[in-house]
């Protein structure tokens, strides 16, 4: 009975330590048919891709309303930045399998407290918890990216309508003028070719806003039922300041998980944890990024429940650690290199985003003075200076929320995004 008991307790440590450290490869399946041949596709002529227009629906944008394009929603959530980036790394699924903490306060309550143990159990811990937080870095940078675009797509959404509205009122005298034979300078058939158009720009801005907007409740964890629309809130600020290019690249090397998770491997390579150091080459080498799930079979189990750490290493196992050590040193270098040059790259992207700010700004500043010194020089004045002045807005809109996505893709280059 003392021998059953403590081989079961045995076991049972051992599943706590493959589960936290071991990531055996899975199986390989064979498929169950034989793969389907190719299919015969006949050569054909080149031919018009045009559709036949007598196929097509027809929308006639002089007697079509905003509602019939777009549904404003019964109301909004107020979503920040910060609160999006802490929800969505919170909740990444990654993450949550990889930050399992209870798992070393099972090995103690088991008693896997023994020397053999420790650098197995350590080694595992750590990189548990530096992959996570590059899965909550990734999460958190998905997420903020659906935020801007929720943000540019609400925006323009917003600006369609008033530049519809805008439309409107000068269709509309322009049509008087027109009955009372005046002479006009703007054609009334090229507005309602405008309202056309505006009211397309409409519809693909709600459809845009709708399709994100579910998405980023799902990695937020707002209920799917929740009727009301995310809504961005801040400032959108935008800096002038060009990166400090040497600065983010270090902090990139400091910081990254993945960086992070390489050199514990390899500081804490030994004998000890040399069958663990292989498995985790062979699941995360070249994709470190991603996460090791699958469970241990029950022969690695007891493989492992059996084995004992020699007192003294063997030459073999000290040959084998040498030659691993230098492979992770050499992958260790290429990280470094990939990561550096992926800061460069998006640190470029922000420098040349804020100056498309800056161009879209000073264009709208031009013609929204155009607009303020139009107003009491008439309708057919006054109202077409204030089309082109709101869009000019929207094109303001649109290069800010593309500024700040490359932002925080910067920010995850350097993996600052999976902080609590």
């Not at 909550?136 to 309508?161: S, V």
């Not at 049509?175 to 005046?182: E, F, I, S, T, V």
């Not at 039922?225 to 902090?251: N, W």
Request: net charge neutral; charged share 25%.
């Amino acid at each position: 009975m003392i021998a059953a008991a403590r081989g079961s307790r045995i076991l049972m440590c051992a599943v706590v330590i493959a589960a936290g450290c071991r990531a055996p490869a899975p199986p390989v399946v064979a498929p169950a048919t034989a793969p389907r041949p190719a299919p015969d596709l006949p050569v054909t002529p080149v031919t018009g891709l045009e559709p036949d227009y007598r196929t097509l629906p027809t929308l006639d944008p002089t007697t079509t309303n905003a509602a019939d394009v777009a549904t404003a929603p019964p109301g909004y959530r107020a979503v920040s930045e910060e609160v999006c980036r802490r929800e969505a790394a919170a909740r990444a699924p990654a993450a949550l399998v990889l930050s399992r903490e209870g798992v070393d306060d099972a090995a103690d309550a088991l008693g896997c407290t023994s020397p053999e143990t420790q650098p197995v159990r350590r080694l595992g811990h750590e990189l548990r918890t530096h992959l996570a937080a590059v899965a909550r870095n990734r999460a958190a940078l998905q997420a903020l990216e659906y935020y801007f675009q929720m943000a540019d797509a609400e925006g323009r959404e917003e600006l369609a309508r008033a530049s519809l509205g805008t439309l409107d009122q000068l269709r509309v005298i322009v049509r008087k003028a027109k009955a009372d034979g005046l002479r006009v300078p703007v054609d009334p058939d090229d507005l309602d070719r405008q309202r056309g158009t505006v009211l397309g720009l409409l519809g693909q801005a709600d459809l845009a806003a709708k399709a994100v907007d579910i998405e980023l409740k799902r990695r937020l964890g707002v209920p799917a039922a929740t009727i009301e629309r995310l809504r961005p809130t801040g400032t959108f600020a935008v800096s002038a300041t060009p990166v400090k290019l040497d600065l983010a690249v270090q902090t990139a090397l400091e910081e990254r998980g993945d960086l992070r998770a390489l050199r514990a491997a390899y500081l804490d390579l030994s004998s000890e944890t040399l069958e663990s150091a292989r498995e985790i080459l062979r699941g995360s080498i070249p994709g470190l990024h991603r996460p090791i799930t699958s469970r241990p079979t029950p022969s690695s189990l007891a493989k492992l429940a059996r084995r004992r750490m020699p007192s003294v290493p063997d030459a073999a196992a000290l040959a084998e650690v040498a030659i691993l050590r230098q492979q992770l040193f050499d992958v260790i270098a290429d990280r470094e290199r990939t990561a550096a040059d992926e800061v460069r790259e998006t640190a470029a992207a922000v420098d040349a985003q804020g100056k498309q700010v800056g161009l879209a700004r000073w264009r709208a500043d031009q013609l929204i003075k155009k607009a303020a010194d139009a107003k009491g020089k008439g309708p057919l004045v006054e109202l077409p200076a204030e089309l082109e002045a709101l869009r000019a807005r929207a094109e303001v809109v649109a290069a800010v929320m593309t500024w700040h996505q490359g932002r925080v893709r910067l920010d995850a280059a350097q993996g600052l995004l999976g902080g609590e």
